[in-house]
C-alpha cells in the first residue's frame, strides 16, 4: 500500500480488532433492493452497513459480462458516473456514462473492483482528471488505447488517498557499533518482522552510516528495503578505520528519507509492527594457506583468492558381512569386475556386480537410522587400467527391446529413501529409455531424503552415455548400433514432492549432498516413461533441489544440458525461525540455488541452463513463490516462458476458519496405561513447511476412561 494502512486479507467479516471487514462478493444486486435498482446496465453497488456510515459491502453485478484483462483491459471507455439511489442514499450505484455507446466487450472488472474499494475507503470521483486515475476520470483527456502506463492505483489516487490516510509513521531505531582500525570483515544486518513466527505488518527499511567522531560528519555507506519479501538485509564488507563508528537505522519503509541527526524528521512510513534484528559480524582472519609463490588458497575455485568450499559427505563402515551390522548404516560396494559365480553381499571383498542387487540390499532410512551408502566403483577392464574405456565394463540400465530384453543392471535405477547413492571416478554407465532418480516422483512412493554424489576427477571422469554407444566402455550388444540425441534421460534430483507430503529433506536441515563433479554426460534429453506419464528428462533435471554441479562436460543432447524449476533458486541464509526453531545458532554457511561452476555444454538443443516454468493442462503458469537468486555467472539462463514472481503484494492474510473435526473420532480401546476416571482433548492444527501454525480446531473430548479402557485411539 502507498496509503498509511495496513492491509490484511481475510475470508470472515471482521477484521483482527473486531471491526467490519472490506467485502467484495459477486452476486445479485436484488440483496440491496426490494426493486429494480437505478441506472442504465448498472454494474457495481457499494452499500453502508457499518454502525458508523461507513460502506464496507461491495457488490459486483454477477449478470454482466465482464471483461477479464488487467488494468484497462479492452473495454471501449472506462468512464462511469455514480448514480445516487433514491431508494437508499447509502447506496453507491456505478453505471456507464450517459450518451455512451455500449461496451459489447463488458465493464472491466479489475478496474470496477479497485474503484469500488476506492469508494469504500472515502475516495470521491474525479471526472476532471486524465485517464491513469482510478476514482473515474475525462474521457476527454486520454483513453485506453493511448500509450498510458497502467500504474494502478494512479497518481492521482495516490495523492488523495494520502491526504485520507497520511502515512506517517517516523519512528527510527538506531543501533551503533565499532570496527577496530584496519580491521576487515564482513556484515549482515538482517530485519524479521513478516518471517517472525508471530509475524508484523511491518515493512522495514534498514540503513547503514558511518560517523566520523572528530567532523562529526555522517555517510550513508549502504541501504536496502525489500530483501526477504518486506524484510530487509545488508551484507557488504567493511574496513575499521580510526576515529570511526558504525551505525544501523531500521524504520518504516517510506520513511527512509529522515535524518539521523534531527530528532522527528522524516515522513512516509507505511507500516508499524515489531521487528527483531539480526546482527553478525565475521572478521576475516590473516592466516590464509598460500602457494610456493605466497598466493592465497582459492578455496571456492572462482578465481578469486580465499573463500570456502563447502562439502558434505556420509560415512558408514565398509568390513565385514554387511548383514552382521543390521540395524546401522553400512557401505554397499558394487563392482563389475567382481568375480561372477563367487558369493556376492556387497562388502569390500565381496561386492555385488549388478546396481539392482545393490538397491534390493540396501536398508531404507527410518526413524532410528540412516539408509546405507550405495559406493559404485568402476571397472579397470582387462587390462587392469581405469584410463583405458574401452574395455572396461560398464554398468547398463534400461530395456534394450527385442532379443536383449532388460539390461544388467536393472529396468531402472530410482535410488531408495535415504540412501545414498556414490559413484566412484572411472565408472561407465550406459541408459537407454531409462534416467537416475534421486527422490520422489509422486506421492505414492516415499524416496526422501535419497542423495546422489559423482565423484570424478580433473584426471578421470564419470561417464554416462548411450547403452548403444559403441565408443565407450566394453560393448555387449552384438548389434552394430549408433547413438543419438535423446537415447535416454538424465540424472534427475527432486525434493519437491517430498516437501508438498512433508516428508524428508536433508536440504531443509541445512545438508546439501547431492553433489555432480566431472561428469561427462552424452546422448541424454530423451523421453522417459510410458504413454501419459512419459516426460522429457534434461540430463542434470532439478526440481526444488540445490545440488553442487562442478566441472561436467555434457554433449549431444536433445534437451538443454541442464534444467531446473524455479523453486531450485531459493536463496536460504538458516536465521529464519523454521531454521532457528529448536535453539538460536549462528550459521557459517548459506545456500543460493545451485552451486554451478565450470561446466560446459555444447551440441545440444540448449547449451547452457533452462528454467522450466511448467504449465499443466488447464492450470496457470508455475510461479516462483520463494526468494530467490540466479548468482551463477559462468552459465547461460535460458527463459522459454515469462517467469512469474508470486510476492506478498496484498499484504498478510488473517485465518478465520479453524480446521474441521468432521472426520475425526475419539474412540476408548482395551489396555493401556492412562489414568481411569479421566477424559482427554483433542485439537488439530495445520503447520505449514516453514513451521508456522494455523489456527486450532475447537477441542474434541473422549469419553472418562475406565479399568478395562485405558487407551485413547484418535
Known amino acids: 500500500?502507498?496509503?498509511?494502512?495496513?492491509?490484511?486479507?481475510?475470508?470472515?467479516?471482521?477484521?483482527?480488532?473486531?471491526?467490519?471487514?472490506?467485502?467484495?462478493?459477486?452476486?445479485?444486486?436484488?440483496?440491496?433492493?426490494?426493486?429494480?435498482?437505478?441506472?442504465?446496465?448498472?454494474?457495481?453497488?457499494?452499500?453502508?452497513?457499518?454502525?458508523?456510515?461507513?460502506?464496507?459491502?461491495?457488490?459486483?453485478?454477477?449478470?454482466?459480462?465482464?471483461?477479464?484483462?488487467?488494468?484497462f483491459g479492452t473495454r471501449a471507455d472506462p468512464s462511469v458516473v455514480p448514480i445516487i439511489s433514491e431508494l437508499n442514499r447509502s447506496?453507491?450505484?456505478?453505471?456507464?456514462?450517459?450518451?455512451?455507446?455500449?461496451?459489447?466487450?463488458?465493464?472491466?472488472?479489475?478496474?470496477?473492483?479497485?474503484?469500488?474499494?476506492?469508494?469504500?475507503?472515502?475516495?470521491?470521483?474525479?471526472?476532471?482528471?486524465?485517464?491513469?486515475?482510478?476514482?473515474a476520470s475525462d474521457p476527454a483527456l486520454g483513453r485506453p488505447e493511448n500509450p498510458v502506463e497502467q500504474i494502478f492505483p494512479g497518481d492521482h489516487d495516490v495523492v488523495h488517498g494520502q491526504h485520507l490516510y497520511r502515512p506517517d509513521n517516523r519512528d527510527v531505531?538506531?543501533?551503533?557499533?565499532?570496527?577496530?582500525?584496519?580491521?576487515?570483515?564482513?556484515?549482515?544486518?538482517?530485519?524479521?518482522?513478516?518471517?517472525?513466527?508471530?509475524?508484523?505488518?511491518?515493512?522495514?527499511?534498514?540503513?547503514?552510516?558511518?560517523?566520523?567522531?572528530?567532523?562529526?560528519?555522517?555517510?550513508?555507506?549502504?541501504?536496502?528495503d525489500d530483501y526477504f519479501s518486506s524484510d530487509s538485509l545488508i551484507r557488504m564488507e567493511l574496513v575499521g578505520e580510526a576515529n570511526v563508528e558504525f551505525f544501523i537505522a531500521v524504520t518504516a519503509s517510506g520513511n527512509q528519507d529522515n535524518d539521523p541527526r534531527i530528532s522527528g524528521s522524516g515522513s512516509g512510513g507505511r507500516s508499524d509492527g515489531r521487528y527483531q534484528l539480526r546482527f553478525d559480524y565475521q572478521p576475516q582472519s590473516s592466516a590464509t594457506l598460500s602457494d610456493l609463490s605466497g598466493t592465497p588458497l582459492d578455496g571456492d575455485g572462482n578465481g578469486i583468492s580465499g573463500g570456502d568450499f563447502n562439502y558434505w559427505f556420509r560415512v558408514a563402515t565398509p568390513n565385514g558381512d554387511i548383514s552382521s551390522v543390521a540395524g546401522n548404516p553400512r557401505t554397499i560396494f558394487v563392482d563389475k569386475d567382481s568375480p561372477a559365480g563367487l558369493p556376492q553381499n556387497g562388502s569390500l571383498s565381496n561386492p555385488f556386480r549388478t546396481i539392482s542387487s545393490a538397491v534390493a540390499a540396501a536398508q531404507v532410512a527410518n526413524s532410528d537410522r540412516l539408509g546405507d551408502i550405495i559406493r559404485v566403483v568402476g571397472s579397470a577392464g582387462l587390462d587392469r587400467n581405469l584410463?583405458?574405456?574401452?574395455?572396461n565394463l560398464a554398468y547398463e540400465i534400461g530395456d534394450g527391446g527385442p532379443g536383449i530384453g532388460v539390461l544388467s543392471d536393472g529396468r531402472d535405477f530410482s535410488v531408495p529413501k535415504g540412501v545414498s547413492l556414490m559413484i566412484d571416478a572411472g565408472a561407465i554407465f550406459k541408459l537407454i529409455s531409462s534416467h537416475i532418480l534421486v527422490g520422489s516422483d509422486d506421492s505414492s512412493t516415499d524416496r526422501g531424503g535419497a542423495s546422489i554424489q559423482v565423484l570424478g576427477t580433473p584426471t578421470q571422469s564419470v561417464f554416462f552415455t548411450s547403452y548403444l554407444d559403441e565408443s565407450l566402455?566394453?560393448?555387449?550388444?552384438?548389434?552394430?548400433?549408433t547413438p543419438?540425441?535423446?537415447?535416454?534421460?538424465?540424472?534427475?534430483?527432486?525434493?519437491?514432492?517430498?516437501?508438498?507430503?512433508?516428508?524428508?529433506?536433508?536440504?531443509?536441515?541445512?545438508?546439501?549432498?547431492?553433489?555432480?563433479?566431472?561428469?561427462?554426460?552424452?546422448?541424454?534429453?530423451?523421453?522417459?516413461?510410458?504413454?501419459?506419464?512419459?516426460?522429457?528428462?534434461s540430463p542434470i533435471h532439478l526440481n526444488s533441489a540445490r545440488p553442487t554441479l562442478l566441472n561436467n562436460r555434457i554433449t549431444q543432447s536433445s534437451d538443454a544440458g541442464i534444467s531446473a524449476?524455479?523453486?531450485?533458486?531459493?536463496?536460504?541464509?538458516?536465521?529464519?525461525?523454521?531454521?532457528?526453531?529448536?535453539?538460536?545458532?549462528?550459521?557459517?554457511?548459506?545456500?543460493?540455488?545451485?552451486?554451478?561452476q565450470g561446466n560446459r555444454i555444447t551440441d545440444s538443443s540448449v547449451n547452457g541452463l533452462f528454467v522450466r516454468i511448467d504449465t499443466l493442462a488447464g492450470q496457470q503458469l508455475e510461479t516462483l513463490e520463494t526468494s530467490a537468486r540466479f548468482d551463477d555467472t559462468d552459465i547461460v539462463y535460458v527463459?522459454?516462458?515469462?517467469?512469474?514472481?508470486?510476492?506478498?503484494?496484498?499484504?498478510?492474510?488473517?485465518?478465520?476458519?479453524?480446521?474441521?473435526?468432521?472426520?475425526?473420532?475419539?474412540?476408548?480401546?482395551?489396555?493401556?496405561?492412562?489414568?481411569?476416571?479421566?477424559?482427554?482433548?483433542?485439537?488439530?492444527?495445520?503447520?505449514?513447511?516453514?513451521?508456522?501454525?494455523?489456527?486450532?480446531?475447537?477441542?474434541?473430548?473422549?469419553?472418562?476412561?475406565?479399568?478395562?479402557?485405558?487407551?485413547?485411539?484418535?
Do not use: C
Open 91 to 135: 447506496i453507491v450505484l456505478f453505471g456507464p456514462a450517459m450518451n455512451t455507446p455500449a461496451d459489447p466487450n463488458g465493464p472491466n472488472f479489475f478496474i470496477e473492483t479497485m474503484r469500488s474499494v476506492g469508494t469504500i475507503l472515502g475516495l470521491g470521483q474525479s471526472h476532471d482528471l486524465p485517464t491513469g486515475t482510478i476514482q
Open 565 to 596: 524449476d524455479p523453486s531450485s533458486f531459493e536463496e536460504t541464509l538458516f536465521t529464519d525461525s523454521r531454521y532457528q526453531f529448536s535453539a538460536p545458532f549462528t550459521p557459517d554457511y548459506s545456500r543460493v540455488g545451485p552451486v554451478i
Open 473 to 481: 566402455g566394453r560393448d555387449t550388444n552384438t548389434l552394430r548400433t
Open 387 to 391: 584410463l583405458t574405456t574401452d574395455d
Open 173 to 224: 531505531d538506531i543501533y551503533r557499533f565499532a570496527i577496530p582500525a584496519n580491521q576487515r570483515g564482513i556484515l549482515v544486518a538482517e530485519a524479521f518482522a513478516e518471517r517472525m513466527a508471530d509475524s508484523s505488518s511491518l515493512d522495514t527499511h534498514l540503513k547503514l552510516y558511518k560517523r566520523n567522531t572528530v567532523t562529526g560528519l555522517v555517510q550513508v555507506v549502504s541501504s536496502n
Open 484 to 537: 543419438q540425441r535423446g537415447n535416454w534421460g538424465g540424472i534427475e534430483i527432486r525434493n519437491d514432492v517430498a516437501r508438498d507430503q512433508g516428508r524428508s529433506d536433508p536440504e531443509l536441515a541445512g545438508i546439501f549432498l547431492n553433489h555432480i563433479a566431472y561428469a561427462d554426460i552424452r546422448f541424454g534429453g530423451g523421453s522417459v516413461g510410458q504413454g501419459t506419464q512419459s516426460r522429457v528428462i
Open 639 to 714: 527463459f522459454g516462458e515469462n517467469l512469474i514472481i508470486n510476492g506478498t503484494p496484498g499484504g498478510g492474510v488473517l485465518e478465520t476458519v479453524r480446521p474441521s473435526l468432521a472426520s475425526t473420532q475419539i474412540n476408548l480401546l482395551a489396555g493401556g496405561n492412562l489414568p481411569i476416571g479421566q477424559s482427554f482433548q483433542y485439537r488439530v492444527v495445520f503447520v505449514d513447511r516453514n513451521g508456522f501454525e494455523g489456527l486450532p480446531s475447537n477441542p474434541i473430548s473422549s469419553s472418562a476412561t475406565s479399568a478395562g479402557l485405558r487407551t485413547v485411539d484418535l
Open 1 to 71: 500500500s502507498k496509503l498509511g494502512i495496513d492491509f490484511i486479507e481475510t475470508t470472515g467479516t471482521n477484521g483482527p480488532d473486531g471491526s467490519p471487514a472490506i467485502q467484495v462478493v459477486v452476486g445479485d444486486l436484488l440483496v440491496l433492493f426490494t426493486g429494480s435498482p437505478n441506472g442504465p446496465g448498472l454494474q457495481v453497488a457499494t452499500n453502508s452497513l457499518d454502525v458508523n456510515g461507513t460502506p464496507n459491502l461491495v457488490i459486483l453485478d454477477g449478470s454482466e459480462s465482464w471483461d477479464n484483462d488487467f488494468g
